[in-house]
């Protein structure tokens, strides 16, 4: 599996110990930059990686800035991405199982190197499990195109009312 790398220079202190961490789980990475400490734009890097993932020449991206809110709404821009801004273990792992993310951004000012490890870990181990939330994501996906008669259908759609029972369903 390969994973697209970026941040401004306000993450790029942090995201050479999260590239080796990733490496030593057995992934292929490669670093869209910024490779230097020189103040630079976020929406860069973001849109980098986002273009990498969907393009489907990476497989998932991690993207770092100060609070990972910037560097994921640039990510999010691009048709396809589904980034999550992550500080916690709980977050990473049902962003992936619930909402299918393909970009996982977290701020080098608001997680420490130990923290940011585990993130990803979570992140990365977790699977997509589809059934009710496949749905969700054509949502996503018919906001996206601005297919407006698509969203109406997969909304009024008889599968899922909106009062779901959530006993013994899975997170």
Same mark, same amino acid.
């Given at each position: 599996?390969?994973?697209?790398?970026?941040?401004?220079?306000?993450?790029?202190?942090?995201?050479?110990?999260?590239?080796?961490?990733?490496?030593?789980?057995?992934?292929? %990475?490669?670093? *869209? $930059?910024?490779?230097?400490?020189?103040?630079?734009?976020?929406?860069?890097?973001? @849109?980098?990686?986002? /273009? #990498?993932?969907?393009?489907?020449?990476?497989?998932?991206?991690?993207?770092?800035?100060?609070?990972?809110?910037?560097?994921?709404?640039?990510?999010?821009?691009?048709?396809?991405?589904?980034?999550?801004?992550?500080?916690?273990?709980?977050?990473?792992?049902?962003?992936?199982?619930?909402?299918?993310?393909? %970009?996982?951004? *977290? $701020?080098?000012?608001?997680?420490?190197?130990?923290?940011?490890?585990?993130?990803? @870990?979570?992140?990365? /181990? #977790?699977?997509?499990?589809?059934?009710?939330?496949?749905?969700?994501?054509?949502?996503?996906?018919?906001?996206?195109?601005?297919?407006?008669?698509?969203?109406?259908?997969?909304?009024?759609?008889?599968?899922?009312?909106?009062?779901?029972?959530?006993?013994?369903?899975?997170?």
């Amino acid at each position: 599996m390969k994973i697209a790398f970026g941040s401004d220079h306000v993450g790029l202190e942090l995201k050479p110990t999260i590239i080796e961490y990733v490496k030593s789980l057995g992934y292929e %990475v490669h670093d *869209f $930059g910024t490779k230097i400490a020189e103040r630079t734009d976020y929406p860069i890097y973001g @849109k980098k990686v986002g /273009e #990498a993932v969907a393009s489907g020449e990476y497989d998932l991206g991690i993207v770092i800035c100060g609070t990972g809110v910037g560097i994921s709404l640039a990510a999010n821009k691009v048709k396809g991405i589904r980034a999550c801004v992550c500080s916690d273990c709980y977050s990473a792992k049902l962003s992936r199982m619930h909402n299918n993310t393909n %970009v996982l951004a *977290f $701020g080098s000012r608001v997680v420490g190197s130990e923290l940011a490890k585990m993130i990803v @870990k979570n992140w990365l /181990e #977790a699977k997509f499990i589809g059934g009710r939330h496949q749905r969700r994501i054509e949502e996503l996906a018919a906001i996206e195109d601005g297919d407006d008669d698509k969203f109406t259908e997969l909304k009024d759609s008889d599968e899922y009312n909106g009062q779901e029972e959530f006993e013994n369903q899975p997170l």
